[in-house]
């Protein structure tokens, strides 16, 4: 009775232990791909987390290729690097189209910033996914107005697995899942650090957005 207990409980450890890395599903004699999305506010951590994840897979010898929209120059062109200046070397790309064309013979595919691409980010995500690929991106959910950003909301929707990461408010400590611009910048796409955005939880970010009706009545803001 105490063998058969015990042989459980081992069996039933190895398949748990199994169940937290991703790594660990994959197949050598099939390979089979997915699509993961890290996804929040600014200084929430995203590229943080992808960084990590690319370098253990790089670690455990997968051949692994990280894409960026050229746009995003901010600490260095042909880097990805976080706020807190984590680095992973990168390819910068004009649109999606040509992460098909670079990312040939590999194991995983890294796409930091992804708000800031086109549309077809999202069939290409599937097509290498479809093909055997990991697929890990990290972007933006919501614009600074509130909003869906870009194919983001798509990648969630097709993703086998999502990561919803928090900032912390600026205002009052809270979990924090907005983008607060306050420079007066208005386009939708606009790079900046902390001199240009804060992060924010839903109740300071919505003070934040009547005051700014008030001190601007000329500019609407949806929803």
């Not at 943080?48 to 692994?64: G, P």
């Not at 910068?92 to 077809?120: K, R, Y």
């Not at 929707?157 to 990461?165: G, I, P, R, S, W």
Request: net charge neutral.
């Amino acid at each position: 009775m105490y063998c058969n207990g015990g042989a459980f409980k081992s069996n039933h450890q190895k398949t748990s232990t199994k169940g937290m890395f991703l790594e660990n599903s994959r197949n050598k004699s099939t390979k089979k791909g997915w699509i993961e999305v890290i996804c929040g506010s600014m200084f929430s951590g995203k590229t943080e987390e992808l960084i990590r994840r690319l370098k253990r897979a790089q670690f455990a010898k997968q051949k692994v290729e990280i894409f960026k929209p050229t746009i995003d120059i901010r600490y260095a062109e042909t880097e990805v690097v976080s706020h807190d200046a984590n680095a992973i070397q990168s390819t910068p790309v004009p649109n999606s189209s040509n992460i098909l064309i670079l990312a040939d013979d590999v194991d995983v595919v890294g796409i930091d910033e992804a708000q800031f691409f086109d549309m077809g980010l999202v069939q290409v995500c599937n097509q290498l996914a479809n093909s055997g690929v990991r697929v890990i991106i990290a972007g933006l959910d919501m614009d600074y107005l509130g909003k869906p950003f870009g194919p983001i909301p798509n990648l969630l929707a097709t993703a086998e697995y999502v990561t919803k990461v928090h900032a912390i408010c600026m205002r009052c400590g809270e979990l924090a899942n907005h983008s607060h611009r306050f420079s007066e910048e208005d386009s939708l796409v606009a790079l900046g650090e902390k001199d240009s955005y804060e992060p924010l939880c839903r109740g300071c970010y919505k003070k934040t957005s009547v005051h700014h009706m008030k001190d601007n009545p000329s500019t609407k803001q949806e929803g």
